[in-house]
């Protein structure tokens, strides 16, 4: 088991598309370390060049304190799981599984043994000697991560490899792999673009984009504070209102008159933006205390929930998530008002986190 | 060949638009088509049928006037001509069969090495200006073989490579790589290269990547692009006739068509030798048809 650490790395391919522009991650040993990102961002090229099936342009990468920049795969001691499963077509269940250990040249009893073992924990049983082609996409998915546990690496690397399962299974195979990955310590490296997936699975979350990263941080640190305009824009569903804002003593207030509570350390004389989490805000009967006047343009019905996207004579209109008890109707006049803690604020032209 | 008769028949008798009509023009059309497709195949066959036909009948019968379709006596004498001498011993026509055989299978052996792993290599590296090299080596088809047989003739010539196997193989080969390569890379580009990365992880180089995951996936493609290669090289006839002359280096395409042209010309044997020769070709392209759709429809499965 080994901590990974990826130092300035830039990888340019021979087309001269720049897939990763500059990527620092520190990432510590037993560590379940989510790379979040929409696609085309550099999160699977990030993850080849830490695999060695991509060599990267500059840049150095670590594990467990060796700089493996010039190792190949086979000498990483590294398994990866693909979004496409990879399993060997001809080969049944209980092959796919032996031949990383067969590639070591380990004796037939403790071939026998990993196999059987990794069976047992993904449940493959039944399935031992079927051939891929026979399995459905839920039990293929699972044989592939029993391949990749069987070899006891020194860490995983997982390339969305839960897309092609529907919702149901997704869900349950995440709950899986956390609980697999916390069971046996071994360092992780989960890529998905999926933030709902990021956010239940990672003890860290790195937020890529445009080959940078934009943010680390516990998935709590980046759903409060998400460290710029575009983790604010992409964190959250529905995401952060973004509402400008200006400072005037001591309050920070909208062009709507919407009072927000003010963060410390405001700068001066800036253009700004407040994030506010659609739930820190608040439809109220007109008039209520602290709010402004507003119009209901369109509310959706989520079961328990409702998201009311509100016009309150801002740039744009907000959206508010409420309980499903309280109920407006559309084009109805209401009050909006902040009900939330100080949200962070942003910079218009640096994009970036001031206070 | 099926859709173009399709085609040509839909617009003919489909006119009338009232529903009796187009069914009564959907029976008519039926009609039209099988005989369309009949006259067609007896068009294509009756050439066949009368090589067969030729080959067991006696020497008189071949020249019957008018000709014998069905009461002729049936004899394997031309066959046993074909195979072994008249005075005993080998024939010259059964030397010429061999050496098809050597120089065909050798040349399709090396397209298929060389060409295999290039197809590989292009389908999974990123090559320098790969779509020019790729237009270049099919380029190198373009021509005909009639346009640069005299330059090899006399490249040949200044080698010593005229008249012998080796030289025919070589010009074979060189023919078929080009082949090879295009159609086997459009074989590799449909067996996705995670099994290499996976298997490189597991702790194999590329090479064995290669060779352990996907040459298997590629062998019905190879089986396919090789009986392509096997049967260009073997009915090949104007190298074979310009490059090689006396009768232990020359290859049956120019042997049979030697023994036209005498003051009498033997068809029986004629025809018998041809039956010999154009007998492989149908057994493998019958053995591997299933591939050789897919090759010919690549692009169109899957994806
Ligand atoms: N082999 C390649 N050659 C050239 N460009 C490539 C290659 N592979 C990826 N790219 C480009 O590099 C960029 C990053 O690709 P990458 O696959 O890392 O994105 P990603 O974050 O994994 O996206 P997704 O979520 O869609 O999988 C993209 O613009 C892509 O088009
Ligand atoms: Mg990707």
Redesign the pocket.
């Known amino acids: 088991m080994a901590g990974i650490e990826v130092t300035a790395l830039h990888k340019r391919?021979?087309?001269g598309?720049v897939?990763?522009d500059h990527v620092d991650l520190s990432i510590g040993d037993g560590e379940l370390f989510v790379m979040l990102?929409?696609?085309?961002?550099?999160?699977?090229?990030?993850l080849?060049a830490i695999a060695g099936l991509e060599r990267q342009t500059t840049g150095d990468i670590r594990i467990g304190n060796t700089l493996v920049n010039d190792l190949p795969p086979a000498e990483r001691d590294i398994a990866m799981v693909f979004?496409f499963y990879a399993l060997y077509p001809h080969l049944r269940t209980r092959d796919n599984l032996a031949f990383p250990l067969r590639a070591e040249g380990l004796p037939k009893a403790e071939v026998r043994e990993r196999v059987d073992e990794a069976a047992r924990l993904m449940r493959l049983g039944p399935l031992l000697d079927r051939r891929p082609r026979r399995l459905s996409g839920g039990e293929q998915q699972r044989v592939a991560l029993a391949r990749a546990l069987v070899r006891r690496p020194r860490a995983f690397l997982m390339?969305?490899p839960l897309t092609n399962l529907d919702a149901e299974l997704r869900a349950d195979m995440r709950t899986e792999i956390k609980h697999l990955q916390g069971e046996l310590g071994t360092t992780m490296v989960y890529?998905t673009?999926d933030q709902v997936e990021a956010m239940s699975l990672g003890h860290r979350i790195a937020i890529?984009n445009k080959?940078r990263v934009e943010q680390i941080g516990t998935p709590l640190e980046v759903y409060d504070r998400p460290a710029s305009l575009f983790c604010a824009a992409f964190i959250g569903s529905p995401p952060m209102n973004l509402i400008e804002v200006e400072v005037a003593d001591g309050k920070l207030r909208s062009q709507s008159g919407l009072v927000l509570t003010p963060p410390p350390g405001l700068p001066r004389d800036r253009c700004l933006v407040a994030g506010v989490r659609p739930e820190a805000l608040e439809v109220t009967e007109p008039g209520a205390e602290r709010s402004v006047p507003a119009r209901v343009v369109s509310a959706e019905w989520l079961g328990d929930e409702i998201i009311y996207v509100v016009d309150h004579g801002g740039q744009r209109d907000v959206r508010v998530r409420m309980p499903s008890t309280v109920r407006f109707a559309a084009d109805a006049p209401v009050g909006l008002r902040h009900s939330g803690g100080p949200p962070p604020v942003y910079d218009v032209s640096t994009e970036e986190l001031v206070a | 060949m099926a859709v173009s008769v399709d085609e040509a028949v839909s617009t003919g008798p489909v006119r009338d638009h009232t529903p009796s009509a187009r069914r009564f023009g959907g029976r008519g059309r039926f009609v039209l088509e099988v005989a369309l497709l009949t006259v067609l195949a007896v068009v294509m066959l009756f050439p066949v049928l009368w090589m067969i036909e030729t080959s067991i009948k006696e020497n008189r019968d071949v020249y019957a006037i008018p000709a014998k379709f069905f009461d002729f006596k049936v004899t394997m004498d031309h066959f046993k001509d074909v195979f072994v001498a008249s005075g005993g011993g080998r024939s010259t026509l059964s030397v010429s069969f061999l050496n098809s055989v050597v120089v065909a299978g050798v040349s399709t052996a090396l397209a298929t090495v060389l060409g295999v792993p290039a197809a590989w290599a292009y389908s999974r590296f990123?090559v320098k200006a790969k779509k020019d090299q790729l237009f270049f080596i099919l380029s190198t088809r373009f021509m005909p073989p009639v346009v640069v047989v005299i330059p090899i003739f006399l490249m040949y010539r200044q080698v010593g490579l005229i008249d012998t196997q080796l030289g025919l193989i070589l010009i074979y080969t060189a023919f078929n790589v080009p082949f090879t390569i295009w159609m086997m890379k459009g074989f590799v580009d449909e067996v996705p290269a995670e099994y290499e990365d996976a298997a490189m992880l597991d702790g194999y180089t590329r090479l064995q990547a290669f060779w352990r995951f996907t040459l298997p996936l590629l062998l019905p493609g190879i089986a396919a692009t090789a009986v392509f290669a096997l049967i260009f090289s073997w009915n090949e006839f104007v190298f074979a006739t310009f490059l090689t002359s006396s009768d232990n280096v020359r290859t049956a395409p120019p042997a049979i068509a030697g023994l036209i042209g005498g003051t009498t010309v033997d068809w029986g044997l004629v025809a018998a030798a041809s039956v010999v020769f154009a007998l492989p070709v149908l057994v493998f392209a019958y053995l591997v048809r299933k591939h050789l759709v897919a090759g010919v429809t690549l692009g169109a499965v899957r994806r």
């Not at chain 1, 990102?37 to 990030?46: A, L, Q, V, Y």
Request: proline fraction near 8%.
């Open positions: 391919y021979p087309d598309t897939a990763v990102g929409p696609s085309g961002c550099g999160k699977t090229t990030t080849r979004q390339d969305e890529v673009h890529l080959g | 990123a």
